[in-house]
């Protein structure tokens, strides 16, 4: 059995009242003393019992974090963000990924329940059933999706401008034939980023050819291939928006074993600037976004809610920036 705070007041020779005030840095015990008892407990092991001291505050300064796929660079920068501000406040956060699942994200959503966890961040796989997140009374934010309902905080990706940009640079530098390799459909960004790709085709008076449009999964080897297989159809494309930096990867591996040049004869742009891209044999054009800033700012929206026991009802939209590199030409 562990260290007690009643071991320790008989070895201070006080009250483990005292001991208790001491440790948790309450009034009614002198800086000395207070000292003194925070010294002789390091001495002795002592661990204090979370479980315990939550069940007394009805808090367990623990948080959940749920995103969609560990894999995917874009998701551990915003989990490091959230990480790095939670520890600053003494908070402790679990990490679940659903794997794209909605059955899975269920069940991680009931398991952080189960552990009460004081306050839950998500990246949905789709907001169809997220909102009732709402119901259980549980400070709750969201990240990367957008709702429409007033009483949502959310921390969201504009994810229609940043496709338009990406999209019309591909054709104000030059390229004829576009194509588009997104995620799944069930994505919430990924359809707003085809939503934007094809809206911007048409307002340039270009048409839209769905041979050269493929949804299928975040995964550089499935882009490999859908890739492959579209630049074997009578009319290729001559340039690919990749709705996302590890689906651009793939692209990339398709399109140069074919034998095309990157930038002069095929462009690729992606989405999300992820550190791979910066790589000096990958320069990837793609939209950045501020990863990390994203997921300190999610906890600190969290933190309001679960400090002042109120819902927080802030939407913040994060414009993506172009970074242009080598996968595109350079603009005369």
């Not at 005292?18 to 092991?45: F, P």
């Not at 940009?165 to 359809?191: E, M, W």
Request: proline content about 4%.
């Amino acid at each position: 059995m562990g260290v007690t705070i009643v071991d320790i007041a008989k070895v201070v020779g006080v009250s483990y009242t005292t001991v208790s005030r001491a440790l948790n840095n309450k009034k009614g015990v002198s800086s000395e003393m207070r000292d003194k008892i925070v010294k002789i407990s390091a001495e002795m092991g002592y661990q204090p019992n979370t479980l315990a001291r939550g069940l007394v505050s009805n808090s367990s300064k623990t948080i959940g974090l749920i995103i969609p796929d560990i894999m995917n660079p874009f998701f551990p920068k915003i989990a490091r963000g959230v990480e790095d501000a939670a520890s600053e406040k003494g908070y402790t956060v679990f990490l679940s990924n659903s794997n794209w699942d909605v059955e899975k994200e269920k069940e991680c959503i009931n398991s952080l329940v189960s552990n009460r966890v004081d306050g839950i961040i998500i990246n949905p796989n789709s907001t169809g059933d997220l909102v009732k997140l709402r119901d259980l009374k549980m400070p709750v934010v969201y990240v990367n999706t957008k709702f429409t309902e007033k009483d949502v905080c959310f921390i969201n990706i504009d994810n229609v401008s940043g496709a338009k940009v990406a999209t019309q640079h591909l054709i104000d530098i030059g390229y004829k034939r576009i194509g588009f390799v997104g995620g799944t459909v069930k994505s919430y960004s990924n359809n707003k980023r085809l939503e934007s790709y094809i809206d911007t085709l048409e307002n340039n008076n270009i048409k839209v050819d769905r041979d050269i449009i493929v949804n299928s999964k975040f995964d550089t080897e499935v882009a490999y291939l859908e890739t492959k297989k579209m630049l074997k159809i009578e009319n290729p494309p001559d340039a690919i928006f990749a709705a996302n930096d590890i689906i651009a990867l793939g692209v990339m591996h398709a399109v140069s074993e074919q034998g095309l040049k990157i930038p002069e004869e095929f462009g690729i742009i992606g989405f999300d600037d992820i550190s791979e891209a910066k790589l000096p044999q990958i320069q990837l054009t793609t939209m950045s976004l501020p990863k990390y800033l994203m997921g300190k700012k999610a906890f600190e929206l969290l933190l309001e809610q679960m400090e002042n026991d109120s819902i927080n009802t802030a939407q913040y939209t994060i414009k993506p920036k172009l970074i242009e590199r080598n996968t595109t030409k350079k603009r005369k």
